[in-house]
Nanobody, 121 residues
Framework: QVQLVESGGGLVQAGDSLRLSCVASTRGFSSYRMGWFRQAPGKEREFVATINYSGATTYYADSVKGRFTISRDNAKNTVYLQMNSLKPEDTAVYYC??????????????WGQGTQVTVSA
């Protein structure tokens, strides 16, 4: 079982920045597509950003485009989410996810426990 551990969440003010990290416990990390999702209380989980296995290709939700940056360091088995110009509507639990190409073809296969991000006005 692959484990993903997020860190870096916290309480910040609007306009501030945070950098989330997700460390994976697998030698196959460099072959996984990685993603960030978030879920606010009373709302469904939503997509935030994704990055391909090498880091060459990224994609963002419109709500965070231009403010958030996803990156990865395969030597450290880590994916990052740099969040700038944070808004109160960014408040949510942020989850890291991994898509193993040797498992399911249509869904992410592993999920972290989440890290809370709270942005005050």
């Amino acid at each position: 079982q692959v484990q993903l551990v997020e860190s870096g969440g916290g309480l910040v003010q609007a306009g501030d920045s945070l950098r989330l990290s997700c460390v994976a416990s697998t030698r196959g990390f460099s072959s996984y597509r990685m993603g960030w999702f978030r879920q606010a209380p009373g709302k469904e989980r939503e997509f935030v950003a994704t990055i391909n296995y090498s880091g060459a290709t990224t994609y963002y939700a419109d709500s965070v485009k231009g403010r958030f940056t996803i990156s990865r360091d395969n030597a450290k088995n880590t994916v990052y989410l740099q969040m700038n110009s944070l808004k109160p509507e960014d408040t949510a639990v942020y989850y890291c996810a991994a898509d193993d190409p040797r498992k399911t073809l249509t869904t992410y296969d592993y999920w972290g426990q989440g890290t809370q991000v709270t942005v005050s006005a």
